[in-house]
């Protein structure tokens, strides 16, 4: 069973106890909790998520990125230590690797970026809503502000959708098409073509 986040639960019971204390329709509280909620919960959940990921995984490449060339330097005169060390930095060194490739791939600090604008978007206008303050101050009472405020929401939604796959997802799908690098001294022309230049006329 997933750990609740206090944080969310706090949110949710103030936001529900807020709903309560709004003269709105039964149509207008199921939008607030089935719509804006639910996206304002479930995106300040993702952004946590991506952000203790972000951090740990970029605190594991930068930690023992410095670690390695420590122990790289250090040269015992006991062989089984010396032994036990390369294996050490051989490990290290594969954890580094894997956390950058890990962060590079899933673009989780991109990712919080992306949820955390979002989701402080909503709860901004939440919150403006609830208050009628702002660009809902001019109406007299909530039910007449809501559907201004339900186009807010919708809107901040779609650009939420459109920014995710035109930049996050984007991202990812670029991380995945690894160029082949070739090792090793790359062979003469000369031996590709079975000839010498001066033979080939296609060559100047």
């Excluded at 329709?25 to 199921?30: A, F, G, L, N």
């Excluded at 023992?64 to 051989?90: C, R, S």
Aim: glycine share 4%; charged share 25%.
């Amino acid at each position: 069973m997933a750990k609740k986040d206090p944080y969310v639960e706090f949110l949710k019971e103030d936001f529900n106890d807020l709903f309560g204390q709004m003269e709105l329709t039964p149509i207008q509280r199921k939008f607030l909790a089935s719509r804006w909620l639910d996206q304002v919960l479930w995106m300040e959940k993702k952004a946590n998520q991506c952000r203790d990921r972000h951090y740990r995984l970029r605190l594991s490449a930068i930690i023992l990125g410095v670690i390695v060339p420590i122990l790289i330097g250090i040269n015992p005169g006991n062989p089984k230590v010396a032994k036990a060390l390369q294996y050490a930095t051989i490990s290290l060194s594969a954890i580094v690797a894997v956390s950058a490739a890990v962060e590079e791939f899933f673009h989780y600090g991109e990712r919080w970026y992306h949820y955390r604008r979002t989701v402080e978007s909503l709860k901004t206008y939440g919150w403006q809503f609830s208050q009628l303050s702002g660009r809902y101050a001019k109406y007299p009472n909530h039910t007449t502000a809501f559907q201004d405020f339900a186009n807010q929401v919708e809107e901040v939604i779609q650009r939420d959708v459109e920014i995710y796959v035109t930049q996050v997802a984007k991202n990812e799908e670029d991380s995945t098409q690894t160029p082949v690098l070739v090792t090793g001294p790359l062979p003469d022309i000369d031996d590709l073509s079975g000839s010498s230049g001066d033979d080939d006329p296609s060559l100047p």
